[in-house]
């Protein structure tokens, strides 16, 4: 998801440094019949963003998952969720 989430984002003309936009992932497994399953994925985002930009990484993160191939191979078997905390950086060169 962080591939398809930083490709909508250069898409509409946001380049991030790597160290401005990652992601940790946690896997919830819960027992089914004795055998643990994986059950939900949850992606934890954190983002360092120009403040002028936050409506269209706003909108960019809405419709990521959506358009995320390894979400869409996981609907319906497993939940994927994701969280996100924003810091928004103000460009003082101006």
């Known amino acids: 998801m962080l591939g398809t989430l930083n490709g909508a984002l250069e898409v509409r003309g946001i380049r991030l440094n790597p ?7 946690e896997g919830v ?3 089914r ?18 403040a002028e930009m936050r409506g269209t990484v706003d909108r960019a993160l809405d419709r990521h998952a ?3 191939p390894s979400a869409l191979a996981l609907k319906g078997a497993v939940e994927v969720r994701w969280t996100a905390n924003i810091e928004e950086r103000v460009d003082r060169s101006k």
């Open 19 to 25: 160290e401005d936009i990652i992601a940790e992932v």
């Open 29 to 31: 497994n819960r027992l």
């Open 33 to 50: 019949g004795g055998i643990p399953l994986l059950e939900e994925i949850v992606v934890h985002y954190r983002l360092r963003i120009p």
């Open 66 to 68: 959506s358009k995320c």
